[in-house]
């Protein structure tokens, strides 16, 4: 008699047996394949075998320099044997538990390789059984590179089975497992060399931290030759010899044993994945972004999809794949702040953007360093090498990533990880009290670095953000510690940028309340501010044309929340709004407005032309349509260099009948370019219906005749245009294949503020008043229980005082001097006339 279940969960590693136990909780009959032991590789040959040998290592090398703490062991050494005796034993340990865990929630454990088929069915040591749901949670195996003499090499499975310390190992692969273990051996003794083929080994860690790690292992006797290309592997009576090139020279070193952790590839070996039409792609399985492969029921997480491969990823990904197949959620993995933590001596962690990073994908950034040199916490511990880096968005304090090299800074990087996770900022680790003396103290001195007042170091420099790019109020300078009766302030909601908000998850609910109100926020901002720019205008602050986004804030601000920040947007003249949107400072924008030396482009640009390359806003193109190549342009250079960014190129109906139009869009397709094509219908080309303008008033579906997916989305509702659009952007990072949206709208006003808007009657214009964006979005905040009227008048508040301040602020900023008005408008020409 088959088995039926609802969920069976191929592979018992931390994503195979968590997502068991999840799926158990939400009440699924649940079964578990196991071909080896549950635990996976992370039980019982990776994460937790490891760490259990470094405990080890670690004890052994304190207790080498025992007598400086008073603690004197004579006739010292290391038991190879006992370690790995412990270790075993600890793994047994967790591995009962799992078991435990098994029975406990009543998840059936089939011991076997299982192969699935098509349709659900599942067969184990021949017994066929059926599921709703399979998840494939296969895990990695060891990579093996084809190198002449690879058979005399062990990989992290093999290095387990030894049993004596050798006098020399050679390292193939500096990446974590490489690096673990020879870190482990070199503390034992043995004389470690590590051999990678990159410019820099550990490559997921920045470059400065690497090196403060590197010159410990070095310490230590260890030798990493980096950009080394190992050749072969060659026996002879004594030892192994492993030979490589650097650059011209051919060099050769000798290795009683040889580790070969030149990575890990995903294992699907034997389960009959392809015959059932399950998607590989170099061999990981290809899933999309809610972790369905495209086979019905069939799902996939952890090492066997490739990407970031740990164990917590795994697990998470467990998680999210049975909340959705539950129907519990609606769940997009989100990996902004996935921590990585590598168990070296000293100990490395990191989670989000490091430095570099971050500048590449376009922040302004600002860092803090603190030294645990200068950590009470550290000096008692001994264990004084290494540093905490923070790097944070220098717009708004925002807190992107941190970077550690030091003692336990595997335990530390937690309280980074919420942070960077929940999108802190700076001022909010220094809110927190740090019990003294504990490492973390270091976090919140390197936060407080950042801004040039770390408490016990002396600070280098201040970094202050210029103040015509400071989006945010002035924060406040407050006591670190405050009274305990002091009440928590109400969240500020100018500090949740809506480019900051996860674009594909936040729904109508309580927990996601401060991204909604700062997508509110942000639409009234945009309101109030048009409506001033138009009263200014009327006073003659305001030159040239001006071109108004009132009636449109929820299709740009939707549209442009969908986004990551190293993604492009090329826009046209109708742009004010959308540089908002994308966190370009709005004193900077109606500075330029102005014409004011403080302005985006210096107030050389005016109203049309707003240009911010650090928000990779490539705004303000004032021929109509003219912007349309230039996206594929980007969109070419961006394949050209294998990125992963958008490019997101808005325009209005009346664009889509010039030539360029259609070029564009067939460019884009024949190329494959990663462009997603935002129309925004505002239902008028000027003066002209678009219904007249128009053969097809429903502009999607035009992009059919260049084979494009395309859709129409309703522009005036702001969580249907960010869902929508995120889920094309998402779709087209993936695939780069173009894609098409036209978001239908009203423009409130006339085509500029000069247009007296005649052609329209005022019936018309009252009918659509009735799904003002705005209001409309208020009202359902106000349904949904996020907000009361209160609540919503103190947001109201805020950007009227925020508003005023803006145009204060373009009020009294200088002209630019008449002397430099060329400057700023060709490239390099005022450099050239000797200017520079
Ligand atoms: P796995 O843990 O690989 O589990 C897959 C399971 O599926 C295996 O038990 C396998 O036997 C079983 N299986 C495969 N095919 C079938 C089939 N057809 N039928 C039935 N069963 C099948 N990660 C960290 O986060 N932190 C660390 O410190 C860390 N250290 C590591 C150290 C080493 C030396 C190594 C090698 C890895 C380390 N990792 C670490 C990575 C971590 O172990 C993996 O990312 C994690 O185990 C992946 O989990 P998984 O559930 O996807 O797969």
Partial sequence: MPERFDVAVIGGGPGGYVAAIRAAQLGARTAIVEKDRLGGTCLVRGCIPTKAMLQSSELYSILKHGDDFGVVADRLRFDLRAASRRRDQVVDQLVNGVEGLMKANRI??????????????????????????????????????????????????????????????VVIGGGVVGMEWGALYGA???????????????????????????????????????????????????????????????????????????????YTVGAGLEE??????????????RLRTPVKGVWAIGDVIGGIMLAHVASYEGICAVENMCGYADR???????PNCIYTDPEIANVGLGEKEARESGYDVKVGRFPFAASGRALTLGQVEGAVKVVA??????????????????DVIAEATLAVQQRLKLHDLDLTMHAHPTLA????????????????????????????????????????????????????????PAAHIDAGRVEMKEPHRDELLGLYRQMLLIRRFEERAQVEYTKAKIGGYCHLNLGEEATVVGGIAALRPGDYIYTSYREHGHAIARGVDPKAVMAELFGKETGVSHGRGGSMHIFDLKHRFMGG????????????????????KKGDDVVFCMFGDGATNIGAFHESLNFAKVFHLPVVWFCINNQYGMGTAVERASAVSEIYRRACAYDMESI????????????????????????????????????????????????????????????????????????AGIVTSAGLEQVQASVEGEVEEIVRFADESANPAIDELYRYLYAGEWEMYGNA
Avoid: C
């Fill in 441 to 496: 103290e270091s976090l919140l001195e390197a936060a407080l670095a950042a801004d040039g007042r770390a408490i016990h170091i002396q600070n280098r420099r201040v970094q202050r953000p210029a103040p015509a790019l400071s989006a945010n109020p002035p924060i406040k300078e407050r006591a670190v510690a405050r009274s305990v009766e002091e009440k928590p302030k109400s969240v500020d909601h100018a500090a949740v």
């Fill in 712 to 783: 129409r989305v309703d522009g005036m509702n702001v969580l249907e245009v960010i869902h929508r659009t995120a889920d094309f952007v998402e779709k087209t990072r993936r695939d780069s294949e173009p894609r098409f949206i036209e978001a239908v709208n009203y423009r409130f006003r006339g085509h500029s503020v000069v247009d007296p808007d005649k052609y329209r009657s005022d019936e018309e214009k009252e009918r659509w008043r009735h799904s003002d964006p705005v209001l409309l979005f208020e009202h359902q905040l106000q349904e």
């Fill in 621 to 640: 193109y004032g021929i109509v349509g003219g912007h349309l190549p230039l996206a594929v342009g980007a969109g070419f250079a961006i394949k050209y």
């Fill in 108 to 169: 059936q454990v089939i011991r076997g390789a299982a192969h699935i088929e098509k349709g659900g069915g599942f067969t184990v040591n021949g017994d066929r059984s059926h599921a709703e749901n399979i998840i494939l949670a296969t895990g990695s195996v060891p990579a093996r590179i084809p190198i002449a003499g690879v058979e005399y090499t062990i990989d992290s499975d093999g290095i387990l089975g030894l049993d004596e310390i050798p006098e020399t190992m």
């Fill in 332 to 338: 997009t993995p989100d990996y902004h702040a996935a």
């Fill in 188 to 266: 034992l003794g043995t004389k470690v060399t590590v051999l990678e083929l990159l410019p820099q080994i550990l490559p997921m860690v920045e470059a400065d931290m690497v090196g403060l790690y590197r010159r410990h292992f070095e310490k230590l006797g260890g030798v990493i030759q980096t950009e080394a290309n190992v050749e072969e592997i060659t026996k002879d009576s004594r030892s192994l010899r492993v030979r490589f090139r650097l650059g011209a020279e051919t060099h050769e070193v000798p290795a009683h044993v040889v580790l070969l952790a030149t990575g890990r590839v995903p």
């Fill in 276 to 289: 059932a039409g399950v998607e590989l792609d170099r061999g990981r399985v290809v899933v999309d972004d």
């Fill in 393 to 410: 968005d220098a717009r708004d304090d925002t807190l992107l990533g941190v970077q550690m090299v030091g003692p336990r800074v595997t």
